[in-house]
């Protein structure tokens, strides 16, 4: 039973309004623009071709006898049928060389190199410190300072996955074995959407992620925190959460920086109460859901590689699920 | 030519995702906006844990479904159906019914009222 759930319509009531987060027809920075406007120029190009096509065709049915004579002869054939598509392809052809060599340049520009993983289904982030070490690590989303081009190096744990967010750059697939790299770049603050767009297994279409785009004193201050250890539990249900967090054994898939739990086979969790959404882009983030999500991921995401918490009592449940919304 | 095809689907997607608003019936209990508490529940996705007619996608077996619940006499079995005590219980369910698995929503006390309003309305 796979389900598609509310989330895009809710989040996108309740973030944007009516307005698109993913959508390749409303370029947010200048990389996703140089892609929208090669997009135009095909659809501009493809739209006269057929037009000619259409035309030359309904001629030829309808012609006089001069007028097929003209349509078939050899010069016609070779004009309409060899020379127009080469000079066309070869435009076209220069054009993407260009585009490439342009997106090229903004990748020498990034100073900052977030590595992310795909994994069935969800997405490992890994924001990298200069020397290339992974300076702390996070999951399902991503924030990038506006104005600054921010690269990725993108790698795969198990199938081709695809990482793209329409309205901040192409699309590249993440190939097992491979590091492909794109770069983003963001010239509007605003929350896009991003979601996996290669068919990974039966949870593909619930493996998507949000882009957070901040102004640089906004992402300073949240890189500065999200490098941090996990906030201590502080209220009598936190602490009790937190208890039942280590009791259930959440830790051997977990890691919870500043706490025992270490695990990496599961999003680090560290500060997973500030994300939007939970699962990769699967149900909004609050308490609820988080609740929801740890009694019942099989159900909510079946086959997804957590098991669901079912015999947990009403209250551990409440308190588990409040620690990690205290998580910010 | 494939970009030009996707290119035309996309304004459709978007449609999809961002605007869709079946209508519902406007309730005579309560105080609070039906409308307002149906687009709450789906935006909260109350759905993860109950099925909710009317709603995409709520289709959560934590919960018991939230179908005719206009109808009933009691909130979890103990409390009495009126719109203030519904509103109170989907704000902070666990301050009513200590045992209960359904922790405190994210709700204003206003939002409360409508979404009561709009459970009240599932007859
Ligand atoms: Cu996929």
């Not at chain 1, 993407?96 to 590595?115: C, I, K, N, P, S």
């Not at chain 1, 449940?317 to 409040?322: G, N």
């Not at chain 2, 508490?37 to 993860?48: D, E, H, P, Q």
């Amino acid at each position: 039973m796979t389900r598609v759930r509310g989330l895009p319509a809710g989040l996108a009531l309740a973030l944007a309004g009516c307005t698109p987060i993913q959508s390749a027809l409303d370029p947010a920075g200048s990389n996703a623009g140089m892609v929208f406007d090669l997009g135009v120029a095909m659809t501009i190009g493809a739209t006269l071709v057929c037009v000619l096509v259409v035309v030359l065709a309904w001629r030829a049915v309808r012609r006089s006898r001069a007028e097929g004579a003209w349509l078939a002869s050899p010069r016609m054939v070779i004009a309409l049928g060899a020379v127009l598509p080469a000079v066309v392809l070869t435009a076209l052809l220069a054009y993407g060389f260009v585009l490439d060599r342009q997106l090229a340049a903004e990748e020498d520009r990034a100073a900052l190199t977030v590595r992310v993983t795909g994994e069935q289904w969800w997405w490992r982030v890994a924001y990298l410190a200069p020397d290339g070490s992974p300076a702390f690590e996070t999951a399902n989303e991503i924030r990038l300072p506006v104005g600054q081009p921010v690269r990725f190096e993108l790698e795969s744990a198990d199938v081709i996955h695809s990482f793209w967010v329409p309205a901040l750059g192409g699309k590249i697939d993440l190939i097992p074995g491979r590091t492909n790299t794109v770069t983003l770049l963001a010239e509007r603050e605003g929350i896009y959407r991003g979601q996996c767009a290669e068919f990974c297994g039966t949870q593909h279409a619930l493996m998507a992620f949000m882009a957070r785009a901040e102004t640089p004193e906004d992402f300073g201050a949240w890189f500065a925190a999200e490098g941090g250890d996990a906030r201590q539990p502080e209220t009598e249900e936190e602490v009790a959460g937190h208890g039942a967090f280590v009791a259930a054994g959440c830790g051997a898939c977990h890691a919870v920086r500043g706490t025992a739990a270490a695990g990496t086979i599961g999003p680090d969790l560290t500060h997973v109460g500030s994300r939007l959404t939970i699962a990769a882009g699967t149900l909004p983030n609050h308490a609820g859901t988080l609740a929801a999500w740890v009694t019942d991921a099989q159900a909510i995401k079946p086959g997804a590689r957590m098991p669901s918490f079912d015999e947990l009592d009403g209250p551990t449940l409440r308190s588990i699920a409040v620690y990690l919304a205290s998580l910010r | 030519m494939r970009l030009p095809t996707a290119f035309a689907l996309l304004p459709a997607l978007a449609l999809l995702w961002g605007c869709d608003k079946p209508p519902v019936a406007r309730a005579d209990a309560g105080r609070g906006d039906a409308e307002d508490g149906r687009t709450t529940v789906a935006s909260l996705a109350c759905g993860a844990c109950h099925s909710i007619p009317g709603i995409r996608a709520a289709d959560g077996t934590v919960g018991p479904s939230l179908a005719g619940l206009g109808n009933r006499n009691f909130i979890a079995g103990t409390l009495p159906n009126d719109p203030g005590t519904l509103a109170a219980f989907v704000r902070n369910a666990p301050s009513l019914v200590p045992g209960t698995a359904m922790p405190a929503m994210p709700l204003s006390e206003a939002q409360a009222i409508d979404v009561a309003a709009f459970l009240a309305s599932l007859r």
